[in-house]
T-cell receptor, first 110, second 116 residues
Framework: TQLLEQSPQFLSIQEGENLTVYCNSS?????LQWYRQEPGEGPVLLVT?????EVKKLKRLTFQFGDARKDSSLHITAAQPGDTGLYLC??????????FGTGTRLTVIP | GAGVSQTPSNKVTEKGKYVELRCDPI?????LYWYRQSLGQGPEFLIY????????DSGLPNDRFFAVRPEGSVSTLKIQRTERGDSAVYLC??????????????FGAGSRLTVL
């Protein structure tokens, strides 16, 4: 099992602030995905990055895949209460398997 | 169906009992995954099916856990002699594996298992 560590584990910020969540591993992944999960629901895919150094933007969210494909970051600009949730990174491994990180619980206070 | 369906949504059982959790994937999705998630944690991989066969079952914690997908569609996760430590949300996901690009999983809402 490839271990993906996310930091911070918990994050509570005021509406309008910026934040960055990190996902780190000692393993190399073929792809890196970010999901968001709300209580009582399954994770929902936000983005997939496949190339080392790749940067993708989704409205106020910016995702980056590390050059060595071992780490990734998620940056949120001007956070809103609707961004509240559990953010999960997931690394793609051989045979189409997918391993999830430890999770970051974000709370955006109005 | 339109999404991944999991039943039951909630299951409360007593220690030592047998439990079955069902997953109905998106029609046509060839791959099916089972994960286990404890409160506030990331999903822990259990097993992954490609068609009818288990392509990777390395995440099953012990021989009390078993999963089947006999016709390549619906899957059942079976837990024998349940223990209190088995309490968690069991998530199922399916995907349509393409020839290239990353694997995109669609998750069900999960089955919450509580072992008393």
């Amino acid at each position: 099992t490839q271990l993906l560590e996310q930091s911070p584990q918990f994050l509570s910020i005021q509406e309008g602030e910026n934040l960055t969540v990190y996902c780190n591993s000692s393993s190399v992944f073929s792809s890196l995905q970010w999901y968001r999960q709300e209580p009582g629901e399954g994770p929902v895919l936000l983005v997939t990055v496949v190339t080392g150094g790749e940067v993708k933007k989704l409205k106020r969210l910016t995702f980056q895949f590390g050059d060595a494909r071992k780490d990734s970051s998620l940056h949120i600009t001007a956070a809103q209460p609707g961004d509240t949730g559990l953010y999960l990174c997931a690394g793609g491994a051989g045979a189409n398997n997918l391993f999830f990180g430890t999770g970051t619980r974000l709370t955006v206070i109005p | 169906g339109a999404g991944v369906s999991q039943t039951p949504s909630n299951k409360v059982t007593e220690k030592g009992k047998y439990v079955e959790l069902r997953c109905d994937p998106i029609s046509g999705h060839t791959a099916l995954y089972w994960y286990r998630q404890s409160l506030g944690q990331g999903p822990e991989f259990l097993i992954y099916f490609q068609g009818t066969g288990a392509a990777d079952d390395s995440g099953l914690p012990n021989d009390r856990f078993f999963a089947v997908r006999p016709e390549g569609s619906v899957s059942t996760l079976k837990i024998q002699r349940t223990e209190r430590g088995d309490s968690a949300v069991y998530l199922c996901a399916s995907s349509l594996l393409g020839a290239s690009g990353a694997n995109v999983l669609t998750f069900g809402a999960g089955s919450r298992l509580t072992v008393l």
